[in-house]
């Protein structure tokens, strides 16, 4: 982490009940002052409900977050149902300039939404290619035992380095881990620049007429497979909205 720039955590939950419970555990765990916390929240997003987080949200704004002192802690909770590819490409754009830190990226995973809807899987599938830090909400006894092994084994095969935890009544088991300074994401889009080679070759192979250089690398947000844009500047990958089912309701917490 760097200490002359601001760092900034992000919660991909969608419109999950227990968002903000969730952040309220994070900040009661870490014992900080009101006047070191900023909670962000997408310009979708709803309020939070009275006392969760203790730090009252503020609409969602990149310049906001890089005016804050680089030592308070800034955590983004998204709680929209379309996949936040925008906001993870600008959050991208600004750490490729140097003004901007993503620390840990942590997905809440509704487990009866995931296991029932394609649509959802497909949603979560896309946040946890950009997360360090995966929570699954088994929602009481809805999800199994098994149902949650398997998910999680069928992220460890495919080597995803993130971690997995779960909710127990609805708290994380190690809310630290939302704020360790390992990253283990397997998207390379919200990794600083490599501050000791700024410079960057062009090849051109022989043979090959201008302007259709034969493309490769892997440098900026555009060649991560979910931040790829076509030529009419839409995403190249389709991730379908969260559905309302389930999401929308509060239901018993994780066991």
């Not at 992000?10 to 968002?19: E, F």
């Not at 014992?31 to 203790?54: K, Y």
């Not at 290619?129 to 035992?145: C, K, M, N, Q, Y």
């Not at 398997?150 to 971690?163: A, H, M, S, V």
Request: a negative charge; hydrophobic letters at 40%.
């Amino acid at each position: 982490m760097s200490a002359d720039r601001p760092v900034l955590f992000v919660v991909l939950a969608g419109p999950h009940p227990g968002r903000w419970a969730l952040v309220d555990q994070l900040l009661r765990a870490e014992r900080l002052p009101e006047e070191d916390v900023c909670v962000w929240a997408a310009d979708d997003e709803a309020p939070a409900p009275a006392g969760h987080p203790p730090v009252p949200p503020s609409a969602w704004r990149v310049e906001g977050a890089e005016a804050m002192p680089a030592s308070a802690l800034q955590v983004l909770v998204y709680g929209g149902r379309a996949f936040p590819a925008p906001l993870l490409e600008q959050l991208a754009d600004r750490t490729a300039r140097g003004t901007l830190e993503v620390g840990r990226v942590t997905t809440l995973v509704h487990g009866p939404a995931c296991r029932d809807s394609r649509e959802a899987d497909r949603w979560y599938e896309a946040a946890i290619h950009f997360s360090d830090l995966v929570l699954i909400d088994p929602r009481g006894t809805a999800v199994s035992e098994k149902w949650i092994r398997d998910y999680e084994e069928r992220f460890r095969k495919q080597r995803f380095p993130c971690l997995f935890d779960r909710l127990k009544k609805g708290r994380p088991r190690h809310p630290s881990w939302m704020l360790d300074e390992q990253a283990r994401r397997l998207s390379q889009a919200l990794e600083p620049p490599d501050e000791l080679d700024t410079t960057v070759e062009v090849v051109i192979e022989e043979g090959l007429p201008p302007g259709e250089e034969e493309e490769g690398g892997d440098e900026g947000p555009a060649a991560d497979p979910y931040l790829r844009r076509n030529a009419a500047g839409e995403f190249e990958r389709y991730v379908p909205d969260l559905p309302a089912f389930a999401l929308d309701v509060e239901s018993g917490a994780g066991e």
